[in-house]
């Protein structure tokens, strides 16, 4: 079992940066996948970006070449710096932790980005 805590959310212009931390209750050198998802009011929850135990990536078309995802598995933390944003950006972002069998959420930090 995992607790996720997320932290960095806030009010930003548009064009503006923010840098999310998820921190893990416990080691996540050893989980197969760490994610940053995000949801809006009667909207489905989607993927952001996603990082596996080896380093890989994986990202949304829509935040590609603006955000970087990125882990400190000393820190047993998971990053997402968000760059040139857009109020299309807004919602809650969710940190999520998981395998083939099992995952973990965290409950979210909110991003509002105004026009």
């Known amino acids: 079992q995992v607790q996720l805590v997320e932290s960095g959310g806030g009010l930003v212009q548009a064009g503006g940066s923010l840098r999310l931390s998820c921190a893990a209750s416990r080691s996540i050198a050893s989980i197969p996948t760490m994610g940053w998802y995000r949801q809006g009011p009667g909207k489905q929850r989607e993927l952001v970006a996603t990082?596996?135990?080896?380093?890989?990536?994986n990202y949304a078309d829509s935040v590609k070449g603006r955000f970087t995802i990125s882990r400190d598995n000393a820190k047993n933390t998971v990053y997402l710096q968000m760059n040139g944003l857009k109020p299309e950006d807004t919602d809650v972002y969710y940190c999520?932790?998981?395998?083939?069998?099992?995952?973990?959420w965290g409950l979210g930090t909110r991003v509002t980005v105004s026009s």
């Open positions: 990082i596996t135990s080896g380093d890989s990536t």
């Open positions: 999520k932790a998981h395998s083939s069998w099992w995952d973990y």
